[in-house]
């Protein structure tokens, strides 16, 4: 079980889809071309594996090796998503897909005839990119998120999810709930790069992650009064980017006091001429933190702040602390050599199902740059083929085997 | 003279062009559809009239009543401009020409026979709306901005203004100063509505324009490091978002601090993902100050203080203070009734003109919001008649006449 089976060939077919020539990152929006794109390539890797693909009520794509229905508990499930953020980096998504598919060509060149199916999963819409709410795909079919509200959601040009999904040719009136494929998942095994620099701390290429930080986001948006910038006395004003940058400056001081994350990288000022005097901004704020209370007082402490300008904070979706499985997370250690376990400010796929009840966990790929969302994300090919290797044991002993 | 010619019929023609449904706000930027609604609508008006229409090499509209020619010192020329900031107003801009029309007609009703000609000029791309630079069409012709740095502006679909020339079907090759156009300028009154509450306190309609303010454009560019906001410790970051919020709590200070005015109305993030630390932010700068001192001092401010985020700030377009020409303004007082006279921090292509030698003054009519470039921005019926009238008194003095 040391190669990696066709690592190297699946990473090469996908490498350039969605890439931008200039930056060198990905944009790879849902149901964009590039994404589409994602989506057909992993239809074809696994129609050339036999594997029996089927999508659920949003558009995930669940490819299995045997069937889950035999099974009353499901069967164990793998995989992660094909989607990026702006420019963001390679790994991100795509490593947790890539290796599922390589870890499965490991068991098969090993002639293991696994006793539970095997299902490989690429979830919609993980990064939320185009329309501000992430993890939709998981989310949707656990009901965290009703699917009035997923496809009322717009994109910055304005355009709904519902009518992006027609444009892609999808049926949005299909979309919601979906108990059926989320009771298949006996257990979720979700391997993806490190967004930190935990495993270059220690030395190892791989960990497991036992816990997601409490984390949300929020529109907070600032009125203002348009006017000419060159005409209107400074008292007379009321200039919604100043509003929005006391509350780009009241996010990073309240993450500081409460010991949590805050961030603001996306604004939208109206009009936004260079000589017009701001009638409203909007900024989005992501905050994180390792507790439920420090969340809290983090965006309260922000809200109040905010407030001295007339702005308004309104949640656009939030994601409790989430333990993984205990149980889960104790077998991975003991079956990957003490790997250590380490928790994660990032969300995940696996962190909604964990709060659906579904057995989760995860595995993570050393980065050595500590850098994600970026183009300057990376995992060193030895790490990668530790990541798979680690992935096909885990696989192999939870959906246990006759060799 | 106390008639209006055909303001309201002017007017109501171009009322619905380029103006946004939801906002009632004009989106006419240059060279876009609206924008080139405007120049047939112009034309055709000028034809209608029997006016000689000629464009110069930045393809400015110029309609002549009379060859001016003739006159080695050239004619009397008014009017104004026909673009518009977005969500702008209706009457920053059109009521110039408007206005000139109607005040042609006036003339011509009243029997008056020029013994200069009049000329009616609508300029390109005022507001800079589209490529950040602006009175694009007085600078050109001037020289006071070169063809190659123009064409290369780019708007924020990275489109050069010689690609959107190209698009809208003119040549940008011929592009270029434009010394016999702007030779044929005697004089140039440009009438405005009123960008501020000046006579609003004075309670009058119409003012003389004998000054305007130092004013120009700069860039702040904030550098950062892309990483993901959901693990990036407070301390690793470098956030350019954070910088940029400075930036803009900088440029109030300093205007504040002397005495000047500065506003940021236009923030470009990159990536500008809500999940993604920033790795650059551009602001633009809008700065004006009655005096050059003034303007110097408040940019270098701004500039020391940007720099401790590593911000840079470059300098997109420069106007010094420009005063009007004296003898002009002096005349028109006595023509109308001794109108208050005023200056303003608003540049106009009237400003670009006089520093290239041309003797100029505006008119600016009564604005009773105090708003402009904004859909609040208005002028009542009665001062646009004052307007009118105040134009036509002063055409049928400076181009002399027998009636």
Redesign the interface.
């Given at each position: 079980m040391a190669q990696a089976g066709r690592f190297e060939q699946l990473w090469s077919a996908i490498v350039d889809i969605g890439r931008d020539p200039t930056?060198g990152?990905y944009r790879r929006f849902a149901w964009t071309e590039p994404d589409l794109k994602m989506r057909e390539w992993f239809a074809d890797e696994c129609a050339s594996r036999g594997l029996d693909l089927i999508e659920d009520r949003m558009g995930n794509q669940w490819a299995w090796w045997g069937d889950p229905d035999i099974d009353a508990s499901g069967g164990i499930v793998t995989g992660s998503h094909l989607d990026s953020?702006?420019?963001?980096g390679a790994f991100d998504g795509p490593l947790g897909v890539v290796s599922a598919l390589a870890a499965i060509d490991i068991l098969r060149a090993s002639g293991i005839e696994p006793h539970r199916a095997i299902g490989v999963v690429n979830f919609v819409d993980e990064?939320?990119?185009r329309f501000?709410v992430?993890c939709i795909g998981s989310r949707v079919i656990t009901g965290a998120l009703s699917p009035e509200r997923a496809l009322a959601l717009r994109d910055t040009d304005d355009v709904t999810m519902a009518e992006a999904m027609r444009a892609a040719g999808r049926q949005p009136e299909q979309l919601g709930a979906d108990p059926e494929a989320v009771g298949r998942i006996g257990s979720f095994i979700e391997l993806h790069i490190e967004?930190?620099?935990g495993l270059i701390d220690l030395g190892r290429a791989v960990a497991i992650g036992n816990r997601i930080?409490a984390?949300g986001?929020w529109r907070i948006e600032i009125p203002g009064?348009?006017?000419?910038?060159?005409?209107?006395?400074?008292s007379?004003r009321q200039?919604a980017?100043?509003g929005?940058?006391?509350a780009?400056?009241a996010a990073?001081a309240a993450?500081?006091v409460h010991g949590s994350?805050a961030?603001?990288?996306?604004?939208s000022?109206?009009?936004?001429?260079?000589?017009?005097?701001?009638?409203s901004a909007t900024a989005?704020l992501?905050a994180?933190a390792a507790s439920e209370p420090a969340l809290r007082a983090t965006v309260a402490q922000i809200a109040e702040q905010v407030a001295a300008s007339d702005a308004v904070l309104t949640e656009e979706s939030r994601t409790p602390q989430t333990a993984l499985d205990n149980d889960l997370v104790a077998r991975l250690a003991g079956l990957l050599d003490d790997a250590p376990v380490m928790s994660?400010?990032?969300?995940h796929d696996a962190g909604i199902l964990a709060n659906a009840g579904v057995p989760a966990a995860m595995i993570f790929v050393r980065n050595p740059t500590?850098?994600?969302?970026?183009?300057?994300e990376w995992a060193e090919p030895d790490d990668c083929r530790a990541g798979v290797a680690a992935l096909a044991t885990v696989l192999t002993d939870l959906a246990g085997s006759e060799q």
């Amino acid at each position: 079980m040391a190669q990696a089976g066709r690592f190297e060939q699946l990473w090469s077919a996908i490498v350039d889809i969605g890439r931008d020539p200039t930056t060198g990152g990905y944009r790879r929006f849902a149901w964009t071309e590039p994404d589409l794109k994602m989506r057909e390539w992993f239809a074809d890797e696994c129609a050339s594996r036999g594997l029996d693909l089927i999508e659920d009520r949003m558009g995930n794509q669940w490819a299995w090796w045997g069937d889950p229905d035999i099974d009353a508990s499901g069967g164990i499930v793998t995989g992660s998503h094909l989607d990026s953020v702006p420019d963001g980096g390679a790994f991100d998504g795509p490593l947790g897909v890539v290796s599922a598919l390589a870890a499965i060509d490991i068991l098969r060149a090993s002639g293991i005839e696994p006793h539970r199916a095997i299902g490989v999963v690429n979830f919609v819409d993980e990064e939320g990119a185009r329309f501000g709410v992430s993890c939709i795909g998981s989310r949707v079919i656990t009901g965290a998120l009703s699917p009035e509200r997923a496809l009322a959601l717009r994109d910055t040009d304005d355009v709904t999810m519902a009518e992006a999904m027609r444009a892609a040719g999808r049926q949005p009136e299909q979309l919601g709930a979906d108990p059926e494929a989320v009771g298949r998942i006996g257990s979720f095994i979700e391997l993806h790069i490190e967004q930190g620099r935990g495993l270059i701390d220690l030395g190892r290429a791989v960990a497991i992650g036992n816990r997601i930080w409490a984390h949300g986001r929020w529109r907070i948006e600032i009125p203002g009064e348009a006017n000419h910038a060159g005409t209107t006395r400074l008292s007379d004003r009321q200039d919604a980017v100043i509003g929005c940058a006391r509350a780009v400056l009241a996010a990073r001081a309240a993450a500081e006091v409460h010991g949590s994350l805050a961030t603001v990288g996306k604004i939208s000022i109206q009009p936004g001429g260079v000589n017009a005097i701001a009638r409203s901004a909007t900024a989005w704020l992501d905050a994180r933190a390792a507790s439920e209370p420090a969340l809290r007082a983090t965006v309260a402490q922000i809200a109040e702040q905010v407030a001295a300008s007339d702005a308004v904070l309104t949640e656009e979706s939030r994601t409790p602390q989430t333990a993984l499985d205990n149980d889960l997370v104790a077998r991975l250690a003991g079956l990957l050599d003490d790997a250590p376990v380490m928790s994660t400010g990032a969300g995940h796929d696996a962190g909604i199902l964990a709060n659906a009840g579904v057995p989760a966990a995860m595995i993570f790929v050393r980065n050595p740059t500590g850098v994600s969302h970026s183009p300057a994300e990376w995992a060193e090919p030895d790490d990668c083929r530790a990541g798979v290797a680690a992935l096909a044991t885990v696989l192999t002993d939870l959906a246990g085997s006759e060799q």
